[in-house]
């Protein structure tokens, strides 16, 4: 090996060298599995938050309405400010009957806080399109029956089916 000038600290630095770049290849795939840990640790407490405020916190505020409906309604709005309205999933209902559990078929179906507003169809559905996320008050009318109004929550990627009973109006009285 002498002939083409490697000499034995060359083979050694050359060894060296190799073991680093290895230790270094090494390194970077336990920081990319960290990383991976990483990410998922914080998705699971990303969801765990989700959940508790969807399942602890909005539900204890909401038993504060009746006494303070004013704290409420602001602990919503801050809620809805909070998420921005970029991802939008469909909100669907049922309209039914209370009393017969029947499908009601046509009216109409409005939300009080915006102006979107859907008709029932004549199988008793209706759908909105392009629903925003947040606490909202579904309006729900049909001449046969007591407008009904019903408070919604939503959340972003969420999609909501519901079902919604109407109470059928009083017969008038004969005179």
Known sequence: MANYSI???FITAYKKR????????????R??????LNKKEFEDLIRTTDIFLKEKLDWSIE???VSHPDMVNAYFSARKLQ???TSHI???GFIVDKETGSAISYGEVSVVENDMQTKITKNGYFSFKNFPDGEFTLKVENINYETTMITI???????LNIKVEMQPQPLPHPA
């Open 7 to 9: 000499t034995a600290e």
């Open 18 to 29: 190799i073991d680093d770049i290895e230790d270094k290849n090494a390194d970077k795939i």
């Open 31 to 36: 920081i990319k599995e960290q990383n991976k």
């Open 63 to 65: 038993s504060y309405r």
């Open 83 to 85: 998420k921005v309205n």
């Open 90 to 92: 469909d909100v669907r």
């Open 153 to 159: 929550r939503r959340y972003s990627n969420q999609y």
